[in-house]
C-alpha cells in the first residue's frame, strides 16, 4: 500500500499529537490534556477518511481495464 503525502502528514500529525498530550498527561491532569488526545483522534479519522476516500476513486477503474490500456500503449 502506497501512501500519499497528505496521507503520511496527517499520520505525523497524529503520533506527534499522542506524544505530546503523553507528556502532557503527565504534568497535568487528564481533564486539562484531553484536548490533545481529541486532536489525535480527530488526525486518525482525518486519515482514514482521506485514505478511503482514494482507494474508492481508484477502485472506480476496473483492474482489467486499466490493464487493457497499459497494453495498447506498450503496443504502439
Known amino acids: 500500500m502506497k501512501l500519499k503525502l497528505s496521507e503520511i502528514l496527517i499520520l505525523a500529525g497524529a503520533a ?14 487528564f481533564a486539562e490534556s484531553y484536548w490533545l488526545l481529541m486532536l489525535c483522534l480527530a488526525c486518525l479519522l482525518g486519515f482514514q477518511f482521506i485514505k478511503n476516500r482514494r482507494l474508492e476513486r481508484e477502485k472506480v ?12 500503449k506498450k503496443k504502439k
Do not use: C, H
Not at 506527534?16 to 491532569?29: C, K, P
Not at 486499466?66 to 497494453?71: F, H, L, R, S, T
Open 16 to 29: 506527534g499529537f499522542l506524544i505530546i498530550w503523553i507528556a502532557e498527561y503527565q504534568r497535568t491532569s
Open 61 to 72: 477503474v476496473s483492474p482489467t481495464i486499466k490493464q487493457m490500456v497499459n497494453d495498447r
